[in-house]
C-alpha cells in the first residue's frame, strides 16, 4: 500500500510512525511537507499543554493516551544510539474557574470527565482561596482542578521525536508544497511532479481546507490566530496550574516566567490574519483580566509575543478523523480546534489502524468521523479556550 500524507507537523508524523511501526503494514509512506522548519506549523507555536478537562468522552480519552505516550516519551521514540527522546513534560494541572451561573454545567462537565477515570476535583471559592492563597476569588463560584494526567510539556521536542523516529523506520519525508492532484490517486506538487498514492492522508492543520476543495470537499476548517504573551510579574505563584479564568482569559507557568493568552470573541475572529501578534490584546483584555484574578499581576510586564493558527473547526470545534463519505482512500485527521497537538498520539495510532486494519483497534474515534458533517450531527465541545 502507497499511503501519502500532506502535512508533517504532530498529527501527520503520529500518523506516519504509528503506521510504520505496525508490524501489519506492508507498503511506503511519503510525507509531504512543504517546510520542514516548522516556522508557522501550529505544532511549533502552540502553548503545548494537555488536559483531561473537556467535555466530550473522545477528547477525554485521547487526552488520558496522549499524557500515557507523553510521559512514557522514550520508549515509544527512543532511537538507539541517539539521546532519550523527551518532551519536557510538567504535570502542572488545569484549573478551571467558573462564574456565578456557570457552577452547574462546570459539575455536569466533571461527572462526565469522572466517568472516564479523569482525576478531577471540584473546590468551592473558600477551598481555592487555601490552595491558591495568591489568587483572587471575586466572581468565582467553583473551580474545577485536574489533580493528575494533566499539564504542559514542549510540543516542538514532541514533533521532532516523532519525526525522527518515522525517518528511522523508512518513512520518506519530501519537502515540497502540494498543489493539487494528478487523477485520482496522484499528489501534484509544485514542481509538477507527483507522488501517487492507495491511501491519502490529509494532515495539513491550518492548511486543510484548501487541501480537501481539490477534491470537491467542503470542508469547515479554518486558520485562526491566537496570540500567546510571554509575561514577567517577579513573583512566584506557588503550585501554579494552568489557569482558565472566568473571562476566559488563560495562562500557564513557563520557567520563572508565565505565558498567557485568550480567544477572540467569534464576531472579531476572522480567517487567515497573518501570523503577527496581536498586541492590543495584552492591554484591552489579557493584562486586565489577570491583574484583576492575581494581584500580583498587576506589575506585570510583557516580554514578547507570538502567534500560531488554530486549525479552527467552525461546524463544531471538534477534530474530523477518519474517511470522507464517498472517498475511502482518503483520510481527515485535522480541525482540532486547538488541542490537536496533546491528541497527536490517540489520532495518529488511530488513523494507522484504520489504513492497516480498517476499523479502531483501540481507542475508537467514531464519534469524529467526517459523516457527521454531512449529517448536521455537530459533536459539540464546551471546554475550548
Known sequence: MRVAVIGGGAIGSAVAFFLASDPAFRGEITVIERDPTYASASSALSASSIRQQFST???????????????????????????????????????????????????????????????????????????????????????????????WFDGYGLLQALRRKARSLDVRYLKAEATGFGGSKAVRLGDGSE??????????GAWSAP????????????????????????????ACPLIIDTSGVWLRPEGKQFICGASPPENRDPDDLPLEPDFD???TTVWPALAARIPAFEAAKMIRAWAGYYEYNTFDQNGVVGA??????????TGFSGHGLQH???????????L?????????????????????RPLRERNVI
Not at 497527536?344 to 484504520?354: K, T
Open 356 to 376: 492497516v486494519h480498517g476499523f479502531y483497534r483501540g481507542l475508537d474515534l467514531g464519534d469524529l468521523s467526517p459523516a457527521r458533517l454531512l449529517a448536521g
Open 281 to 283: 490584546q495584552w492591554e
Open 57 to 151: 468522552p473522545v477528547n477525554i480519552r485521547l487526552s488520558r493516551f496522549g499524557f500515557g505516550f507523553l510521559r512514557d516519551l522514550g520508549r515509544h521514540l527512543g532511537i538507539a544510539g541517539e539521546p532519550p527522546a523527551s518532551a519536557g513534560l510538567v504535570e502542572g494541572g488545569y484549573l478551571y474557574l467558573a462564574p456565578g451561573d456557570s457552577a452547574p454545567i462546570l459539575a455536569e462537565v466533571n461527572a462526565i470527565q469522572r466517568a472516564e477515570g479523569a482525576d478531577i476535583a471540584l473546590l468551592p471559592p473558600p477551598e481555592l482561596a487555601r490552595r491558591f492563597p495568591w489568587l483572587a476569588t471575586e466572581g468565582v463560584s467553583l473551580g474545577s482542578l485536574g489533580l493528575s494526567g494533566e499539564g
Open 195 to 204: 507522488v501517487p498514492f492507495d491511501r491519502l492522508v490529509v494532515a495539513a
Open 324 to 333: 470522507y463519505p464517498d472517498r475511502p482512500d482518503v483520510l481527515f485527521a
Open 211 to 238: 487541501v480537501a476543495a481539490w477534491l470537491g470537499i467542503d470542508l469547515p476548517v479554518r486558520a485562526r490566530r491566537r496570540t500567546v504573551f510571554v509575561a514577567d510579574i517577579r513573583a512566584t505563584l506557588p
Open 344 to 354: 497527536a498520539p490517540g489520532v495518529g495510532r488511530g488513523v494507522a489502524e484504520l
